[in-house]
């Protein structure tokens, strides 16, 4: 049984998800996510939900757990009382439940810019319409009065590509290492579905 003080659901919104491993909001950043010369960024501590999870641990922690594709991308959304923390909703058409909800399509709350610059925290992909992905979801805490999910942690985002390889995580994070070792998406399904529930 999880128990979760509300103080802590308040945060993970606030931070946009529930995970934050230290953010940097990236100034002037190329399609690469790469900083261009002359930009500098400014790192934004966020308290990290989960910072050594495994993918054991996130299956377990989460609500909802799927494979799908970003169908759409709407962005400045506000969610939070900070107008200056902007979210993208992401709405995910689902191709698999793993765990969770039967569910078609679910909506995905990432925070996408503060204070005017675009952030994307270390170990987070970059995601956007028509990726498909595995999401690791945690419900949006009921005071924030919207429906859908944030990530559970940073690392609960895993890009699937054309070949079926999966890639997510940073590079030290325990993730990042599981999916390295299990190589495509259906060795990381068929483990997300053997996690106890």
């Known amino acids: ?48 939900h989960l910072p050594q999870a ?11 757990v799927v494979r799908g594709r970003v169908v759409r991308a709407k ?4 969610i939070a009382k900070d107008p200056t923390a902007k979210y993208t909703i992401f709405t995910i058409r689902v191709a698999e439940v793993v765990s969770g909800a039967k569910v078609r399509s679910v909506d995905v709350a ?28 945690t419900k949006i805490a009921p005071e924030f009065n919207r429906k859908g999910y ?6 609960s985002l895993l890009i699937v590509d054309d070949d079926g390889r999966v890639t997510g995580g940073s590079k030290s994070s325990a993730v990042a290492g599981e999916v390295a070792q299990m190589k ?12 106890p529930r």
Not at 21 to 34: E, R
Not at 57 to 64: A, V
Not at 75 to 78: A, E, M, R
């Open 150 to 155: 944030v990530l559970t942690n940073q690392s």
């Open 54 to 64: 495994g993918l054991t641990q996130l299956t377990s922690e989460s609500d909802l």
């Open 184 to 195: 495509t998406v259906n060795e990381v399904l068929r483990y997300l579905r053997s996690v």
């Open 110 to 137: 990432l925070l996408t810019e503060l204070s005017g610059a675009p952030v994307r925290p270390e170990g987070r992909p970059a995601v956007g319409v028509g990726d498909d992905a595995v999401w690791l979801l």
């Open 75 to 78: 962005s400045g959304v506000l």
């Open 1 to 48: 049984m999880r128990h979760r003080t509300k103080g802590l659901k308040a945060r993970l919104i606030l931070g946009a998800i529930p995970a934050a491993v230290a953010l940097t909001l990236l100034s002037g950043c190329g399609s690469d996510g790469q900083l261009q010369s002359g930009k500098t960024a400014a790192p934004v501590d966020i308290d990290e």
